[in-house]
DNA sequence: TTCCTTACATTTGGCAAGTTTTGTAAGATA
DNA sequence: TATCTTACAAAACTTGCCAAATGTAAGGAA
């Protein structure tokens, strides 16, 4: 039934990846509902059949973005993942710092479009910090379970949490983005394993 | 000489205040020259024998706020401070994490500015940071020597800083104004100090 | 019914004017 | 000599207006 011959969610996806490349290309303030209405080939009214205003659009990239992120920090807490769960806890605070800088460094409009945009206390942005929290609460309870922490987990997964958060809290990775931190976060996460070992 | 009938050290001080009560109650973007003149009597172009320019008063506002802090940390390491080494590592983290949720809530206006004005990089908070490098690298260096830590104080002094970062970073102290940190940055330390007893 | 268009109301952004504020130079006063 | 004033140049900040962009309503096509 739709008149451009694709299907709500194409429509959606497409007018998220002509979103993304504008914000690329132009900066997030220069992207224009009429050039992307242009690019798919409908009037600038036809988006608001799918998004509710423009802020909505751009959410939808950044959702995409973390959506993503957690996909791949997701692995680290399957069956099959290698490793301890230290060293998998480990991996997964790396990867966290490594996806963000190389976000960074790669798509820094999209970035800063994710940083600006009051993108705290939205809807998604809460779901990520969930899903953080239960995926490092299931590599923390391993590890409990494996006699290689001790005391509460959820506790544990706060501090953790907290004392490499200049890793990944979005202002500072900009700030720090031409250091190569990885070491230093590596050294504090064995640090604090040692003393949550037999705290 | 001056027709003021002040000298100029107490001209500057002045200046400064009357600059700090003007952020207070109108905030920093609608301070101007001209006013701050009018307050101490004189034309704002004689502001320019005290201040190269409006950002170095404004500066000169965020040095006295960092100064003493500096001095009020510098308290812990002095040879008469009491408690254990690592008791005074914690006062000192713990007095940095509360003077600056202090200055939040009692001078909003003026942590926005200090905040706000590219206030990286100038050379008093290269100093201040240095200053507390040092202070950090005595008190660490004390629990080195009392068998309380091990390893390389400037590696530990940095992992201690970075792994509380969170708890002093300028933007991160605004953002969780709302909560009371304080315990969890004590976990954070004990954490590390047990981790980094037997390293 | 869903997705779209046209037509229109509302909001925002950009530009040019005048005004204020900032910064500088030359000279006056203690 | 250090500090200040006057006078002026340069930069930044309003204001008002118009064009462009966003958002909405009513209705048309698959």
């Not at 990846?17 to 690019?39: H, N, P, Q, W």
């Not at 509710?52 to 996909?71: G, H, N, P, Q, T």
Request: hydrophobic content about 45%.
């Amino acid at each position: 039934m739709p008149k451009t011959g694709l299907t709500a969610e194409q429509i959606k996806d497409r007018a998220i990846e002509c979103t993304m490349e504008r914000m690329r290309k132009f900066g997030y303030e220069k992207v224009r509902l009429s050039d992307i209405a242009k690019d798919l080939g409908v009037t600038h009214a036809a988006l608001y059949a799918h998004f509710a205003d423009k802020a909505a659009l751009f959410d939808a990239v950044s959702e995409r973005f973390i959506r993503d992120l957690d996909a791949k920090l997701e692995r680290f807490c399957q069956p099959g993942a290698r490793g301890t769960p230290l060293e998998r806890i480990t991996d997964w605070f790396v990867t966290l710092h490594k996806t963000k800088c190389e976000k960074v460094r790669c798509d820094p409009e999209l970035y800063r479009a994710f940083n600006f945009l009051a993108v705290r206390q939205k809807v998604f942005v809460c779901q990520h910090l969930q899903s953080m929290d239960r995926q490092l609460m299931m590599l923390v309870k391993e590890a409990i379970d494996g006699g290689l922490l001790q005391g509460d987990a959820a506790e544990i997964v706060q501090l953790l949490f907290n004392a490499t958060i200049g890793f990944h809290y979005p202002a500072m990775v900009v700030e720090y983005i031409d250091q190569d931190r990885e070491p230093l976060l590596r050294a504090v996460l064995d640090a604090l394993y040692r003393g949550l070992r037999d705290a």
